[in-house]
């Protein structure tokens, strides 16, 4: 199902899971800008942004852009992947944890630098073909969520045919846990999220466990995510 099917169904409930749990995947977004700072007054876009969450991880100085692909939420323009946008080119493009819902990734890639400024950089980051959160998603969040399925495209980064013009800064896969108050909590965020419906509590939470894996940290319950950052420069 398109990006745009999936979130014009569940967009709200994803919101309200960000909005309720708003530090709960610091980690994820912090790791970004890990191979190559932020610099002062670069102005970044962020597509697809759904609630325009990546703006608390950037400097003050930094503009950012946000766009989606769906439903408007706070008033984020709808756009097409594929398509020109309305906007000047930009330092620094980020797209995170949605190119498995991306229908074609070379359009799409193609479109995102025609869009960035030479020397610019590209911010990919997406759970990998490899991962047991590939089939958490598509297995587990696929037979419980609101739009009846969960079919991502995951890729072997490494083996991907960029656009010829876009060098490779760096491709490796991180650890970015996400991080709760209580199991509750937790299970609470992830049936947001992913919309999951007609299911128990408890049935989450042993999903979570098999698929994910989580534990007690100090007096944090750290569920145990990571995503394959992938850097592009112009």
Not at 59 to 68: A, C, G, Q
Not at 78 to 100: G, M, N, T
Not at 129 to 147: A, I, M
Request: charged content about 25%; hydrophobic content about 35%; proline content about 3%.
């Amino acid at each position: 199902m398109k990006y745009e099917n999936i979130f014009r169904h569940r967009g709200e409930s994803y919101d309200l899971a960000m909005k309720k749990y708003p530090n709960a995947r610091d980690l994820e977004f912090k790791q970004l800008f890990y191979k190559t700072p932020l610099k002062e007054n670069e102005i970044i876009l962020d597509i697809p942004a759904l609630g325009g969450y990546l703006k608390k991880y950037c400097l003050k100085s930094n503009e950012v852009i946000f766009l989606d692909f769906s439903k408007s939420i706070n008033g984020i323009d709808v756009v097409s992947p594929y398509e020109k946008w309305q906007i000047q080119p930009v330092d620094r493009i980020v797209c995170l944890a949605a190119v498995h819902h991306i229908e074609n990734l070379d359009l799409f890639l193609n479109n995102m630098k025609n869009h960035l400024k030479k020397g610019g950089f590209i911010h990919l980051a997406d759970v990998s073909n490899s991962s047991n959160l590939s089939k958490f998603l598509d297995e587990f969040v696929g037979s419980h969520t609101s739009t009846g399925e969960h079919n991502g495209k995951y890729y072997d980064w490494e083996k991907v045919n960029f656009p010829k013009e876009l060098n490779v800064v760096e491709i490796q896969t991180r650890s970015c846990p996400w991080f709760f108050d209580s199991e509750q909590n937790m299970v609470d965020y992830c049936r947001l999220l992913f919309d999951l419906r007609n299911i128990t509590d408890n049935e989450i939470l042993i999903a979570l466990k098999e698929y994910v894996g989580f534990e007690e940290d100090k007096d944090k319950v750290k569920l145990n995510w990571n995503l394959t950052y992938t850097d592009l420069c112009l």
